[in-house]
């Protein structure tokens, strides 16, 4: 699962609360599941099968906050100890025995299924979707937060709506007509897994159908309103998934793979088994596609259900095993797609990254279960490299596929995993553990050293530098070094650190190009286009000529550049963007009406209409990024208004934490402010006690 700070929070969670039964061994569940939206609750009835391994007086699962109205051991009443975090059932278990265990539940989760949609005037936006990871699906079905615990899940909806999709684990096994006119749908697991990669997704979805070439059925979800964006959106998915096969060198573990799409979604995407959830601000058209495409996370997801689905690890010590696996099959993934050169820059960007962590000493083991996102994604992908490059390719893959064989469907330690690749290689990989995995200071040598064997264009880097070292950057001859490579990536490292002192000609030899990477690297670093050594005629006008790039990216940071360096010109610059939208966070239309708003020459008695089209991009019927935006440019025009307002207070309790902590941020800001104070004050009086929940936290509210 991709990227980010509460990760680090989650993995601590999981590592100090979750207990595992070693007494008995849950193998399979069925559940049949209710949803009311109108209550945000659940309604669930879960049989468990499970065997007892040893001698013991009770078993547990994890249950939050649930109300129980039936509980069964072996088809018999008895009694349930419920703590409102785990329930408990005392009984005399002897080793070798088979139980039945039925509960019947009903539970309004706090979190983990999110509903969306059913409360608006919207009609056909609604969707409810799961979250477990981090979460826990025991807020809406008695199970295991260990990981430990692995179990065959098949799950069950019986749905008073009958147009919207229901999506979930497994194969759909069946759909027929229940008495309220609805369906039951019901899905079938033939392996186990962890319950916190159980998930579910209603909403309303069309699907496009692929089948892999080892024969694996793959679904593509997307909303009828997004046709268009889907051949975008999903592209190159077969050609992943086929490349992820052969690269891993072991079948595909699951029935089928699905994707789907969903709103407000708290990561990139999820990995649960065999159904991805991913964030909606990915569905894109064929422009977006070179500005920010789904192709990493996709690939990132699908190498999950090797790594980190079908092999689990214990605890969060070992979390190198799923994230740094799924970055470094991802990197793989692109390499093949896009090329090596593009992977080894990759690799690069990495690498400065975690060397500027770790020059400033907080540099991170992969051991430590408390380590950052950037460490166990970017460094155990590094790690990863580094150990292919020491064993070489064979023993690699034939340690690799030891592993997923020897330990499917279990959990495993990072030891598990060294030891298959030192039996494949006959290497003693102590010295590769203590200086990749345990150490908190990074080898960036080893890595410098492999990066210039490995790219002649990433090797032309260390050449400047080193050059940089003998005599003056302003002596350094930038076209010998343009001329030498072909690399693009090469040319916007160029571009990027150096553009300062880059001759005119050189600059104007980069506009001629076509290359949108290149351009775009132009467009974001000549902000001041205007000024001292930037003030030719001849720079104005190839600058200008970045608005008509098939990049939404390019696109916005030229029209506010340009807007800022020629007033003069401003009314053009906003009629030759006028009707473009931008990425699907609105990139260039948000910037666009800010503009036109601050533009006083322009637009005139539309300006209201500008102001009421911004204003309602704060609304919860857009996506966290829009909204964000929205808020960043009302509040820096100074625009803010009893809606917005309204909005904001109600952002504060979001339950994604990013888009929570901005509103909150600015909020504070503008409530040290009397007259800001007031207009907020004003926004809070029709709002209710759970949308006040943060403001009161700073005033004193009634």
């Known amino acids: 699962m991709k990227q980010l700070l509460a990760f680090t929070f989650v993995l601590l969670c999981s590592f100090l609360c979750a207990q595992h039964q070693e007494k008995v061994d849950f193998i399979h569940a069925n559940a049949t599941l209710e949803l009311i939206p109108q209550e945000k609750s659940v309604k669930g009835l ?55 265990l039925v509960l019947q539940y009903e539970c309004t989760p706090k979190q983990t299924v999110y ?48 147009k919207t999709s229901i999506i979930s684990n497994g194969r759909l096994i069946e759909i027929k007509s229940n008495h309220s006119g609805g369906n039951i749908v019901s899905f079938d697991m033939q392996k186990p897994m962890s319950s916190y990669l159980l998930a579910f997704v209603i909403g309303n979805y069309e699907k496009q159908q692929l089948v892999s070439a080892s024969g694996v059925p793959i679904e593509n979800y997307y909303s009828s309103a997004d046709s268009l964006r889907v051949e975008p959106t999903y592209r190159y998915t077969k050609e992943i998934f086929d490349f992820l096969e052969q690269e891993i ?88 797609l896009f090329g090596e050169d593009h992977y080894y820059w990759k690799l690069f960007d990495t690498a400065v990254r975690l060397k500027s962590l770790s020059d400033k000493g907080e540099g991170e083991a992969l051991t430590n279960h408390k380590a950052s996102s950037l460490t166990f994604y970017e460094k155990g992908a590094w790690t990863l490299v580094m150990l292919k490059d020491l064993v070489g390719d064979d023993a690699f893959k034939l340690g690799i596929n030891n592993y997923l064989r ?49 790219s002649s264009s990433v090797n032309l880097v260390f050449e400047m530098e080193e050059e940089f070292q003998r005599i003056q950057s302003d002596d350094v001859n930038y076209e010998n070094y343009w001329n030498a490579s072909e690399s693009v990536h090469f040319k916007q490292y160029l571009i990027k650190e150096h553009h300062r002192i880059l001759p005119e000609e050189l600059i104007f030899k980069a506009f001629k190009t076509d290359t949108v990477p290149i351009r775009q690297t132009l467009a974001k670093v000549l902000y001041g286009i205007s000024g001292a050594r930037q003030s030719s005629e001849g720079l104005k006008y190839r600058y200008e000529t970045l608005l008509e790039d098939d990049s939404y990216l390019t696109t916005e940071m030229a029209l506010v550049n340009l807007w800022a360096n020629f007033p003069e010109n401003r009314s053009v610059y906003l009629n030759r963007t006028k009707d473009i939208v931008g990425l699907p966070n609105k990139n260039v239309l948000l910037l666009w009406l800010t503009l036109a708003l601050v533009t006083p020459e322009y637009g005139g008695e539309e300006k209201n209409m500008y102001l009421r089209e911004l204003t309602g991009y704060t609304f919860p019927s857009y996506n966290p990024e829009v909204r964000q935006l929205a808020f960043q440019y009302i509040a820096n025009i100074n625009a803010m208004n009893f809606t917005v307002y309204r909005q904001l207070i109600k952002t504060a309790n979001h339950h994604s934490w990013q888009f929570r902590n901005f509103a909150r941020r600015l909020l504070d800001e503008k409530l040290k402010d009397d007259t800001s104070k007031m207009e907020i004050l004003n926004a809070a009086k029709e709002l209710n006690s759970d949308d006040l929940r943060y403001l009161k936290t700073k005033l004193d509210l009634p």
């Open 46 to 100: 879960v049989t468990y099968k499970f065997e007892v391994l040893a001698d013991v007086d009770s078993v547990y699962l994890d249950s939050k906050q649930m109300q129980f109205s039936k509980t069964l051991l072996n088809g018999k009443p008895i009694a349930l100890e419920n703590t409102e975090s785990i329930i408990k059932v005392h009984h005399q278990f002897k080793e070798g025995e088979h139980h039945e």
């Open 115 to 162: 509903f969306f949609g059913w409360d608006d005037k919207i009609d056909g936006n609604e969707q409810i979707w799961t979250q477990g990871q981090g979460k826990y699906t025991s807020h809406w079905l008695p199970s295991f937060d260990d990981m430990q615990e692995k179990v065959e899940f098949d799950l069950k909806f019986n749905s008073t709506f009958n």
């Open 249 to 336: 060198g072991f079948p595909y573990p699951w029935q089928n793979y699905k994707q789907i799409p969903v709103h407000d979604f708290l990561y990139a995407g999820m990995e649960n088994t065999t159904a991805t959830i991913f964030s909606d601000t990915y569905v894109i058209d064929s422009t977006a596609f070179v500005d920010k495409n789904y192709i990493n996370v996709n690939a990132h997801e699908l190498a999950h259900q090797w790594f980190g689905n079908l092999v689990t690890e214990k605890d969060g010590n070992h979390h190198w095993l799923h994230e740094g696996f799924a970055t470094y099959y991802a990197y793989l993934v692109e390499k093949e």
């Open 406 to 454: 020897k330990y499917q469907y279990k959990n495993v330690t990072i030891t598990d995993f060294l030891n298959e690749i030192e039996q494949a290689s006959g290497l003693d990989l102590s010295t590769f553990k203590s200086d990749w995995l345990e150490r908190s200071v990074l080898p960036f040598d080893k890595m410098k050293s492999f990066l210039r064997n490995a």
